[in-house]
């Protein structure tokens, strides 16, 4: 419409004539129409109606020493909270951690240490080590077991929990397993294959564990070969309920973790 309002020598009615006769397939504009059109092109250089402005970068310095002050002073907030206290949107937020080399580091479970939990850890390994030199298959042989406690109450959600940092802090909680009202799993894995699971009726005690190894444990090794069986290692960790003097098969009890 600007070309042909041009080759006519700026005459609107010969403009509309013109742009009918090169453009016979498409709707004629009205005088008024063209009208709009070289009006909105004069003012803004453009040909449509929309008025583009220019927002104010959401990432200048104020912004950005603020988003950066605000994770040094809590470095557990969330990138919805600093976009609602900054006033700048999420994504604003996240582009400013990110040229500054900030990361969500999550927070890592671990069971708590105490005693000679350290060193008992130490000897183990050193001890395992001895054993994967003289035989290379030795923890193919080894029957892992542990259990696992589930409660009502859920557990840590990581994905939720950040520490906004440019070097990784190792950020740990140390959390319970245990509770009154809980069910405990017992399950195992030898050689890649999941032995069990088996559901504690109540919290695991010494005449539960021994049940557990005289009356559910062959049931559960029934479709693994005798000879597994039979030079297979069994493991487990050295809570109460398996360290009780009056236990009829300690001598199964190889290693412990």
Known sequence: MIF?????????????RLYAERFPERVTPSRSAFTNVIKSFQETERVDNKIRRRSKAATDDRNTVNILAAVTQNPHASTRQLARESGISQRSVLRILHLNKFHAFHVSLHQELHGNDFQNRVNFCEWG????????????????TDEATFTNCGQVNRHNMHYWSIENPQWLREVGKQRPWSVNVWCGLLNGEIIGPYFIDGTLNTSRYKHILTEILPHL?????????????FQQDGCPA????????????????
Request: proline letters at 3%.
């Open 221 to 233: 090794l029934e479709n693994i070969p005798l000879r597994i069986q039979q030079t297979m290692w």
């Open 129 to 144: 080590l001895q054993k994967l030199q003289s035989d290379k298959l030795f923890l193919t042989k080894v029957l892992f």
């Open 242 to 257: 398996r360290s009780a003097h009056s236990h009829p098969h300690a001598k199964l009890i190889f290693i412990y973790v």
């Open 4 to 16: 042909v309002y041009g080759e006519c020598r700026q005459i609107l009615r010969d403009a509309v």
